[in-house]
Nanobody, 124 residues
Framework: QLQASGGGLVQAGGSLRLSCSASARTFSDYAVGWFRQAPGKEREFVAAITRAGSRKNYAQSVKGRFTISRDNAKNTVDLAMNSLNPEDTAVYYC???????????????????WGQGTQVTVSS
């Protein structure tokens, strides 16, 4: 089970840090991704990280501004978001899938465990 937190209201140019916590005893067996969905739009990929955290991938729109990281000892995956702009406004979801490989997954269909989402609103 996944729980996303850390969303809120921030001004353009500001920062937020989202956190995804998991209850799995073997969290290190799971690849994790962050996605977001703005009103009227499809859910889109934001960032992904492999099981051990050795590889990461980002959507072009957030590259250089967002950083994904994980702490398997704490069963958490964080998304640090800097230089936020109004286009980043969305509900952010974390997702996880069990995997035996160090593969990065960037499609919604790749994941079978989803958190409830946390709202991020960036004002101009």
């Amino acid at each position: 089970q996944l729980q996303a937190s850390g969303g809120g209201l921030v001004q353009a140019g500001g920062s937020l840090r989202l956190s995804c916590s998991a209850s799995a005893r073997t969290f290190s067996d799971y690849a994790v991704g962050w996605f977001r969905q703005a009103p009227g739009k499809e859910r889109e990929f934001v960032a992904a990280i492999t099981r051990a955290g050795s590889r990461k991938n980002y959507a072009q729109s957030v590259k250089g501004r967002f950083t994904i990281s994980r702490d398997n000892a704490k069963n958490t995956v964080d998304l640090a978001m800097n230089s936020l702009n109004p286009e980043d406004t969305a509900v952010y979801y974390c997702a996880a899938r069990s995997t035996v490989t160090g593969v990065l997954y960037d499609r919604t269909n790749d994941y079978n465990n989803w958190g409830q989402g946390t709202q991020v609103t960036v004002s101009s």
